[in-house]
């Protein structure tokens, strides 16, 4: 694929008690040493497959030497607690350490992300670990916001797409919250990018792009929130608002190489 190889792989979760699965792209230039690496958190419903199918981000990858990791977005399997709704349970980990029963047991996805997965990533693959970038699209861009924010000095970039950015104050964030944090709002601030922004240790330049015509943008995403908190503590942040575009891939397809740049730029 552009020269490099597409990979998709299963292992034994210690932080999330199942197999869990993700998919690396190594670019040409692995063959020659290691690369940096950018991270990409799914949204609701999505596995580690749909941004190496859907979004085209191998071919500027290549160009740059950037080496892809793509986790699933949750636990799964028969052991694993589910839900009726697409918006909590398999499909969706938030990607929260969860304290809350059912849920507790599996839904550790935060461990998994920031300290499980970056071992074997750095174990099985050519991976400049002192060069990562993280991105990701709705509810992954809340995960690639949260964990850039929470961990200083881990990332040399930082962007998303479409993020929900303040999921305290939004329907999508207060159901998971409730279910897999309880009732203690107090908790749910250690992952809410716009309550994070604040006492940010670095201040990592952050890129979001946001469709103007995303049907989720008034009621889920509400970036304006996040813009304001940003702009109170210092937080440099451009929000790019993209006329007509929605919440597809088709939209993070066409502005994927200008994220791509943003993190190469970084490397």
């Known amino acids: 694929l552009f020269g490099g190889t597409a990979s998709f792989h299963k292992h034994?979760?210690?932080?999330?008690?199942?197999?869990?699965?993700?998919?690396?792209?190594l670019p040409?230039?692995?063959?020659?040493?290691?690369?940096?690496?950018?991270?990409?958190l799914s949204g609701l419903t999505c596995t580690a497959e749909?941004?190496?199918v859907k979004a085209g981000a191998q071919r500027y990858a290549a160009e740059r030497g950037i080496l892809l990791v793509a986790p699933d977005t949750s636990p799964r399997g028969d052991t694993v607690p589910d839900d009726e709704s697409y918006d909590m349970g398999c499909g969706a980990g938030f990607y929260l350490n969860a304290t809350q029963a059912p849920w507790s047991t599996h839904f550790h996805m935060y461990d998994y992300?920031?300290?499980?997965?970056p071992d074997i990533i750095a174990e099985h693959f050519p991976a400049d670990m002192s060069r990562q970038g993280i991105t990701g699209h709705s509810m992954g861009g809340h995960g690639a916001l949260t964990i850039g924010l929470k961990n200083p000095g881990r990332f040399?970039?930082?962007?998303?797409?479409s993020p929900i950015v303040a999921p305290m104050r939004v329907p999508w964030g207060q159901k998971a919250f409730s279910g897999y944090l309880g009732e203690d709002r107090t908790t749910w601030e250690e992952y809410d990018a716009?309550?994070?922004?604040?006492?940010?240790?670095?201040?990592?330049?952050?890129?979001i792009d946001q469709g103007g015509g995303d049907g989720f943008l008034e009621d889920q995403l509400k970036p304006y929130l996040?813009?304001?908190?940003?702009r109170a503590a210092g937080?440099?942040?451009?929000?790019?608002?993209?006329?007509?575009?929605?919440?597809?891939?088709?939209?993070?397809?066409?502005?994927i190489e200008d994220h791509i740049t943003h993190h190469a730029a970084a490397f």
């Not at 992300?113 to 997965?117: F, G, Q, S």
């Not at 040399?156 to 797409?161: D, G, H, I, R, V």
């Not at 996040?226 to 940003?230: G, M, S, Y």
């Open 226 to 230: 996040f813009e304001e908190a940003c």
């Open 12 to 25: 034994a979760s210690a932080a999330c008690s199942c197999d869990m699965e993700f998919a690396v792209y």
């Open 235 to 255: 937080h440099p942040v451009e929000v790019r608002m993209q006329a007509g575009y929605d919440h597809s891939y088709y939209f993070i397809a066409t502005f």
């Open 113 to 117: 992300i920031v300290e499980e997965l």
């Open 194 to 207: 716009t309550q994070l922004v604040g006492s940010a240790k670095e201040r990592l330049p952050i890129l």
């Open 28 to 40: 040409p230039q692995a063959a020659q040493g290691d690369c940096p690496v950018l991270w990409y």
């Open 156 to 161: 040399k970039s930082l962007s998303a797409f």
């Open 50 to 52: 749909n941004v190496m």
